[in-house]
């Protein structure tokens, strides 16, 4: 019975934190644009990558775990000024 009260104690946590995030949502993704010059486009595009290959820290410092992924968070890409 310790074992079962135990198990359970465990369970509630990380069910109660894969809960807290809605992976079924497929609204619009927002888009930024970071404007700069054409000799600049590069190193731009060059540090986005290096970015997206970070993982995902929320506000409090926690590390998002690898099974939730970012597809909803904003993208930003690197646009050259006309």
Known sequence: ?????????LCVPVA????TFDVTYT????TF?????QDEL?????KL????QRPVVTDG???????IVDDDLPR???VTEA
């Open 1 to 9: 019975m310790k074992r079962l009260i135990a198990r359970a104690a």
């Open 42 to 46: 590069a190193n731009c595009q060059a």
């Open 76 to 78: 930003s890409v690197c």
């Open 33 to 37: 644009q970071i404007r700069v010059a």
């Open 27 to 30: 609204g619009p993704v927002e």
């Open 49 to 52: 990558r290096d970015l997206r």
């Open 16 to 19: 109660g934190f894969a809960a």
């Open 61 to 67: 410092g926690w590390f998002l775990p690898s099974f």
